[in-house]
């Protein structure tokens, strides 16, 4: 019994034909608009807040436990004109440790920083109170801005 080869199985070539290609290539790009457009936004803003309600916190915390005599002997937070941020005492004369001197949100580049926070200054006497009332930082650019905001009866930062 002689077996004749089937012809068409050695003439086959292998690979994919255009319409092949091309549906992938149109199933990729359907698949990777879906996930820009699900892609959160907003992200370095919200971490720049929570570094920023930690300083907040740290200068409320020097406050309530370091000599509190007069009011330029107050700890608090100084947000600077170029976005920078400093704690230190009301009189100015000493400062936080060197990680709060000058810092930059989310980075440790020095000043001019790349978020921007609204300017301004708050104090805290020993209770951990403000000195001034409440206070309201804004941090970033809208629409993906956070506020950071400080009760004026109890200094609660949110």
């Not at 020097?62 to 947000?79: F, H, L, P, Q, S």
């Amino acid at each position: 019994m002689t077996i004749i080869p089937y012809l068409y199985d050695t003439n086959r070539q292998r690979g994919f034909t255009l319409i092949e290609l091309i549906m992938i290539i149109i199933l990729l790009g359907i698949l990777s608009a879906t996930i820009y457009a699900r892609w959160p936004v907003g992200m370095e803003e919200e971490a720049a807040a929570k570094e920023f309600k930690r300083a907040v916190r740290y200068a409320q915390h020097k406050a309530m436990t370091r000599e509190y005599t007069t009011a330029g002997a107050a700890w608090g937070i100084m947000v600077n004109a170029d976005s920078s941020y400093t704690v230190q005492r009301a009189s100015g004369v000493e400062q936080a440790e060197a990680g709060y001197v000058n810092r930059c949100l989310n980075s440790d580049n020095p000043p001019p920083c790349d978020i921007p926070i609204s300017t301004g200054s708050l104090y805290f006497n020993g209770l951990g109170e403000p000195l001034s009332g409440g206070a309201s930082f804004t941090i970033g650019v809208a629409p993906d801005s956070k506020t950071v905001t400080i009760s004026p009866a109890t200094g609660y930062v949110e």
